[in-house]
């Protein structure tokens, strides 16, 4: 069953950060394209996890400083055959004639929901290109599936006083998502674990019909930032089935 689930999901890497604190490195550069151990780039780390999960249908969007990134993804990830409708395609934001930058994480998904109809994938991966970490998706999916949910997020424990860093989860022993709060200032600690969150890593797994549905509705409001943790996900929760992934480093 798993391979046909990863030939079914369509990978999206946001990747058109800024990077302020990391100037001057970012001056020049995106943030997933500041160089990390010489020759490689930050992207790559999540490049390399979406190869070696079996993920094979990539799009990178762009933004700030995209030269940058896009020449680094054309020479050194350009080993997929088309042809197997395998890809890594870069994508700069579509909607520039209007004189601004994507309004948020969500807005940035939203503007390619052409490529998600294009290509017709029963789920859609969402993934952020200036993490740095080692993970098979693999196992996010598998849950995902036998969840049967309709969204998951990748989640990892962090202290307390780190909360206003993350976005929080409060979840049953199922994992089930209760509640979300976007970084908030002190966020609700584990059970029985004092001194303890359970945060998002920006890692997001979903139904793609559900997703196109909760994108549209967060663009027709007002009051929307137009970000997954702020907007889509805190409404996902009250009307759908949404779990936490509990990360787990490869190896372990």
Known sequence: MLPHALQNTLTFILAGGVGGRLKPLT???????VPF???????D???SNCIHSGLRRIYVLTQYQALSLEEHVRYAWNFLPRRLLQFISVRAPHHLVTGRWYAGTADAIYHNIDSIREEAPERVLILSGDHIYKMDYRRML???IAHGATATIGAVKI???DSSRFGIFETNEEARVLSFQEKPEHGRELPGEPGWCLGSMGIYLFETEALVRHLREDAEREDSTR??????IPRMIQDSDVYAHHFRSVGQ
Do not use: M, N, Q, S
Request: charged residues 40%; glycine residues 10%.
């Open 159 to 161: 202290p307390v006083e």
């Open 227 to 232: 970000d997954f943790g702020r907007d889509v």
């Open 45 to 47: 780390f999540t490049l």
């Open 142 to 144: 598998e849950e995902h």
């Open 27 to 33: 001056e020049r550069r995106a943030k997933p394209a």
């Open 37 to 43: 151990g010489g020759a490689y780039r930050i992207i």
